[in-house]
């Protein structure tokens, strides 16, 4: 194949806790690395039926339905070819044909698995499914004899199911065997069916053998043939159909029709980059072979005599490492499963700042050692609920990422938008080759946005449930948010009343200008200190905005209010908290000084003085701000005269203004 630039490739595909899609990811995982192209997976599951059987009873609070939405936001993905594994796509495609959903992605070169499509830009790869249920129903007809086949079909809307269904019809009429409703019991190709084969037997006491039309399903046909007693192999046959890992080992060994999911992968990555390099790729069906093992009541065919002492000791070789890899999965898994708790509550630690919570799950994204991970959130959660129409937002960005172990979150109006051109894949322009499982964040009928993680693809079932984690974060993380602004608005009506009451109640004590009290206010805090603090040296000293008047007269009265704010902020840097300080006239300030140290006057003119001075050096007025100050010192008491000390403090005042300037004009 020529050389190319490294393409972006997404694939499209639910069901990926079941064996086959696994498979289909498996294969097209190896295929991208060896073609060095990127990838995307859009993952979704389904957990219904799980819960179900864990669970009992009909799980009703199932959200399910949310993962058949992943799809449509490839469509902002920036991707340059597709595949999609349309059979596993969910319970939204029910009513939606193959030929319309596939109009929605045709704009760009995409492949179909398990479909048969034949739009443009389309290309199709399947199984020969037909020929796969036909190898099985000619063994059980033929070898065994049977007449009485059920069938356990799977989902109704899946392309893949339809056809096997139709081969079993077919062979029994070939062979001209009665088929009535009753022997047909519709599957959905999970692994739990177990319901469904129990009507079946009950409806057909004298049943020989069941044809599952894929390997889980046909895992609880032995589970329910247990609980009865029968002995699968002997009282009756089971088939399956895909040849799955644990079909070998089950007891007795699955007969099965044996399709290889990680060659299907392999192909849709080599026909997608055939088609994006601009050649012609035709559909095509991937051949199917029958493996006859011991559930149809033969001797396993592998080319070995079942009972040589070589074959004995490789089946004991086979059983100790898959007990040693089973050992290692369980220890992974401990030492993972730990870590989901501790996420969340590093998570809810953060409810109070959405920054820090969004840095918090990227650090542990850091600690799980992802080559880079991302999290594009919606700016408000989009409410979805299953009987609605479905329309993808288009309002993505991203909020957070990890990447060569650099973390960093962005506030709201500082997230990039992910636009239909450069997409989630501009993420990819580092130069590297990534391969991003893309996960939904939801909880319940809410969603955030996405998680895309560079991972690999055992991970994957991991990380689904930190994802889970992760969404229903999001959901407190919200609820906590809308509480801190019912709370704020609480706070803030409060406040209101207490402003207003405080301002009717100091009103007549304020000057309006500076906020700083009046003459009013500071004889009233005068007083009280001295009443208060009897016996303690205190200095009061008057103060005089120098040539008030000439800057009203040449600059105008705003800037005349601009001098006089300026001094009431230059004074309240000069003084504590405790300290008084108050506006009585058009350019007069006092201030009542707490101090106990002896001859504080001069230090204080220094200080304010300085404070001038830097004010001015930063000041762009044609104009300088300057004071004159009047120091008199006394000792409190009951009894002092606080008019009389202000007299006082007044004449040095009238001292200190004959060395002030002659004009405050900037030079």
Known sequence: MKE????????LIGGVHTYFPKEH????AEAAEELDANVCFFLGTQTKDFFEDMLGGTHKNSFDYQFNTIHDYSLIGGLDGL???YGTLGLQLKNESAERFALKFNSIPTVFLTEIVHEPNCHSLICDNKQGIRLVMAHLIEEHHC???????????NTDAKERKAAYFEMMERYHLPVSDKMIAQGDYSEFVDRQVDQLLDDNPNAEAIVFANDEMAFAGYRVCEKRGLKVGKDILITGFDDCERASGMDPALTTVVQDGVLMGRM???DLIYKLDGKDALSRRVPVSLCIRESCGCQEKNGKTPNTPLNFVDQIHK????ITNMKLELINFQRKSWFIPSLARNLNDC???????????????????????YLFLLDEPVVYRKDDKWKCPENLRLAAYYKKEEVDAFHLYDRLPVSKEGGICQLMEDGERHQFMIFLLFSGERQYGLLACDIQQEEFPFFYVISLQIGLSLRYLEISKAEAARHREMTKDLEMIRERNRILGIMSANDELTGLLNLRGFTEEAKKFCHEEQGQRTYLICGDLDHLKEINDNWGHPAGNFALRSVAEILRGCIRSDDVLARVGGDEFLILLKCTEKGYQETFRKRVKDACTYFNEKSDKPFLVEL?????????GPQTDIQQVIATADQFLYEAKKHRRKSIRRP
């Open 83 to 85: 595949i999609i594994n």
């Open 147 to 157: 007449s009485n086949i059920l069938f356990v079909s799977g989902p109704a809307q």
């Open 4 to 11: 190319h630039r490294r393409y972006n490739i997404g694939i």
């Open 351 to 373: 409810m109070d700042d959405e920054h820090a919570f969004l840095l918090e799950a990227m650090e542990n994204m850091r600690e799980l050692r992802t080559k880079c991970t």
């Open 25 to 28: 990811i498996l294969g097209i």
């Open 319 to 322: 059983l100790n490492r898959t």
């Open 628 to 636: 004159s100050l009047g120091i008199a010192e006394f000792c409190s």
């Open 268 to 270: 849709a990555v080599y």
